[in-house]
């Protein structure tokens, strides 16, 4: 295979956030598919739901950045295994109030523990200074968004 000199794909920026996403995330995804059969938009839904309590779908995708429909599919899922209910706003039926059971919050509360203690030892791989740079950067690019490109 040959290499075109006028493009590095490894040093393409959404290749490279591609790439390390995907690295950094890969165990950590293994622990609650392992302990929970949890898949990565499920995961995301029990952590919004965790950290910030009762929210509705549209509200977890605004957060989450995720499309509506990988929501709703996550949401379905941990309704039947009982990780969250749903109740329905009284004033209008087409909203879906969400809330993590017992069971949710055992598993989040559990989940959140070892999410630290994987984001500490990711962290150790880099300087202090390295790591402020990194988040900060992260923060911004996901703050900004991506503008229309054509």
């Known amino acids: 295979m ?6 590095n794909l490894e040093e393409f920026l959404p290749y490279l956030l591609n790439q390390a996403a995907e690295q ?7 622990v609650y598919k392992d302990r929970y059969g949890m898949l990565r938009t499920e995961w995301r839904v029990l952590f919004h739901l965790g950290l910030y309590g009762r929210m509705t779908a549209g509200e977890i995708v605004q957060a989450a950045k995720t499309h509506k429909t990988k ?5 379905q899922r941990l309704a039947e295994r009982r990780f969250l209910v749903r109740h ?9 109030h969400l809330e993590l059971t017992q069971l949710g919050r055992n598993a989040y509360n559990d989940l959140r523990r070892v999410a630290e203690r994987y984001d500490a030892m990711l962290s150790e791989q880099l300087s202090s200074q390295e790591l402020a740079v990194l988040r900060r950067a992260l923060i911004k690019l996901a703050q900004t968004g991506s503008k229309p490109f054509t």
């Open 2 to 7: 040959s290499k075109n000199e006028d493009f």
């Open 88 to 96: 329905r706003d009284d004033s209008d039926r087409r909203v879906e």
């Open 24 to 30: 950094s995330s890969l165990e950590f995804h293994q």
């Open 71 to 75: 929501i709703s599919r996550a949401v």
